[in-house]
């Protein structure tokens, strides 16, 4: 789950961490007086889950509370990447001396949080990867030790030659690594870190990524959650507890096990058809699941004919066959049901649906032509 | 034989008076595997019913469990909040190998679990698997024994029904399986493609590798290069997620294609750069596993 930028630097104020001052507003005359209130000049960011809002015209600088709103007014309302935006951060304007990239996130190979700094921040770090990778300083940290005193300060000498910066910059690092930890992220930056013309280092950005296995047990942290972020049907397949994501085509999939439904999307392109969604029913077959699968999926419009393919393990055919009678009996589908189900009690699930006028399939790639066919 | 576990490996369960725990230690019991004991804090002295009427005793920790049965080998069904805990327990009790089913586990406690269990010498597989399945021995984890069949074909996957998908193939085209191991769907997971490639290797039964990939990461690019370095045996690939969409994570928390890398089309060029054959479809892995070996 990411957070927005205002919501991860109220996270880095919790650590103890410089952060430039700032304020969310909903409507550009709130904007207008927040900038008043840091003396007229400020700087417009919209709040919204993607990166390139700076390219993309959603950040911009005021230099008269008027101006302040008038960006507020061109930025609320704006789409970025699809995703519309309905809040600014509103933050006085720093007297920037340097740029620093500081970057945090749980790296698979080494199975522990890596730190990566660069003196090139303030740009996008990936570019700096690919061009100048010896710029990007990196660090590996035991998690039973953390983040020790002078692994935060070697790191920080590598942004800073003044010690007095070097001194604060590791602190801010050791910060970061708080973060992470504190607030059961997978992911924590800041670009840029900045120091001052007066000598302050502090974060004027924050990018930060919860891991979606540790919301359970950090409600303040799951309360963050934007619900304007998020579409109905996102929405509905995590309140059922299914692995649910949008797509363009309109082969609507229910498969059991993430491979398999991965599988089953490529299976759909392989023989000319456009997957409508990926959709993972999970391990357990409770038929309530089955139904809501085939709610959200039959809210898409683009959906032509809605293919089910089921290899029962621990899913039991017979309650997935429970669960598609059930859907049938409550929803008004409007288009075909093709079914593959085969796996633990598959005879047993074949007459369930017999009994409803269905029919099952027993391959995959029998389920899937059809299904391509009847989508036209 | 067999990689990792045999009939004789002395399985403990952990969680075994759960929900998910109870089902499975009766399923792999009737199996055939040696489930020798059960773990439930506060549950201590009591016998868990398995099938035919036969008893396994449960302890209240994994170090009794350890000292009183011998148990060498762990299954952990427990829920998230408390499962890399599980799995540090069974390191710390000297369990050389520990399969954790659970799904769902906080990445930061999965990052303390597998540096304890690296430093006891225990091997992790998972978690976020089903498991693995030796035919005719014994199964630890979740994969149904129906559709396995003994015979020379090694199978490592990181998904779970896809590994059904291609096993069931297998074993309708009458080719049996050594070992079908799942190393889970997670980011961090403690057995990796290689891991399992080199026991296949040192393994005289098996004739012939499927390896079952899938979107995020760089595993499968580091198997296919192990493969064509060390292993002199077929092997036959796989790869799920060719239509993922970039930057989206697609069920396993591990399977989401970061910028530009982990790819299914950068996979399926690694595996086929160093001699691994590419099924299209899951239904053609067992043709070319069949081929194969008729050469």
Known sequence: MNLHEYQAKELFRAAGMAVNPGEVARDPGAARALAQSYGGSAVVKAQVHSGGRGKAGGVRLAHSPAEAERHAG??????????????????????????????????????CPVFMV?????????????????????????????????????????????????RQGARVISQLYDVLVDNGASMAEI????????????????????????????????????????????????????SFVKLDGNVGCCVN??????????????YGGEP???????????PDKVVAALEIITSDPGVKVILFNIFGGITRCDDVANGIVEAVRRIDMGVPLVIRLTGTNEELAREILAGAGLAAVASMDEVVEQAVRLAG | MSIFVDGNSRVVVQGITGRDGSFHTRQMMAYGTRVVAGVTPGKGGRDFEGPEGREVPIFDTVADAVAETGADSAVVYVPPAFAAGAIMEAADAGVGFIVCVTEGIPVLDMTRAHALARDRGSRVLGPNCPGIICPGKTTLGIIPGRMVTPGPVGLVSRSGTLTYEAVHHLTRDGLGQ?????????????????????AFAEDADTEAVVLIGEIGG??????????????????????????????????HAGAIISGSSGTAAEKTQAFEDNGIQVAKRPVEISALVGAALAR
């Not at chain 1, 699809?82 to 190979?109: C, K, N, Q, T």
């Not at chain 2, 050594?178 to 080199?198: N, R, W």
């Open chain 1, 74 to 111: 061109a930025i609320l309302g704006m789409t970025i990447n699809g995703l519309v935006v309905h809040e600014v951060l509103v933050s006085p304007i720093e007297s920037i001396e340097s740029e620093a990239y500081v970057g945090v996130l749980v790296d698979r190979e080494g199975q």
């Open chain 1, 118 to 166: 660069s003196a090139e921040g303030g740009v996008d770090i990936e570019e700096v990867a690919a061009t100048n990778p010896a710029a990007i300083h990196r660090l590996r940290v035991d998690p039973r030790y953390g983040l020790l005193a002078h692994q935060a300060y070697g790191l920080a000498t590598r942004l800073y030659s003044d010690s007095g910066l070097a």
């Open chain 1, 191 to 242: 670009n840029p870190l900045i120091s001052t013309t007066e000598g302050q280092v502090k974060a004027i950005d924050a990018k930060v990524s919860i891991d979606d296995n540790e919301l359970f047990r950090r409600p303040t942290i799951a309360a963050l959650r934007d619900p304007g972020s998020e579409s109905p049907a996102d929405l509905q397949a995590r309140e059922a507890g299914l």
């Open chain 1, 257 to 270: 096990g993430a491979g398999l439904a991965m599988a089953t999307m490529d299976l759909v392109k392989y």
């Open chain 1, 276 to 286: 409508a969604n990926f959709l993972d029913i999970g391990g357990s077959s409770n």
């Open chain 2, 178 to 198: 050594t070992t079908c191991v799942g190393i889970g769907g997670d980011p961090l997971i403690g057995t990796s493609f290689v891991d399992c490639l080199a």
């Open chain 2, 218 to 251: 760089t595993a499968e690019q580091e198997a296919a290069a192990w493969v064509s370095a060390n292993l002199d045996i077929p092997v036959v690939g796989f790869i799920a997620g060719r239509t993922a969409p970039p930057g989206t994570r697609m069920g």
